[in-house]
């Protein structure tokens, strides 16, 4: 997975998170902040990544900041790093058995 694919993903799910701490409904807080709620459906599943505008509107309307999505991607980019260097030292050490 890509970079952006995964921040997008981690941005999506603490706005889900968030909006849903506050319970707030997808179309109420689409409205809140002016968008289309089938567009901000579209960002809580990491199928788009709002712009910096929107994104503030967000942050300002669930009262979340950027160090909580971030340091989650932080996060997940190093168990990903981490584990494809294991997968490399472990096909490395551990003998290849074809299956006939």
Sequence with gaps: MD???LF???LGRTIRK?????GLTLEELASIIKMDDKHL???ERGEKTPGSYTL????IALKFNSDEFIHEFVEKKK?????????FQLSEVLPVYKVR
């Design 3 to 5: 970079n952006r694919k």
């Design 56 to 59: 503030t509107r967000l942050q």
């Design 18 to 22: 968030n909006r849903i701490a506050k």
């Design 8 to 10: 997008s993903l981690i």
């Design 79 to 87: 168990k990903v790093i981490i584990g494809k260097e294991l997968s």
């Design 41 to 43: 459906g579209k960002v």
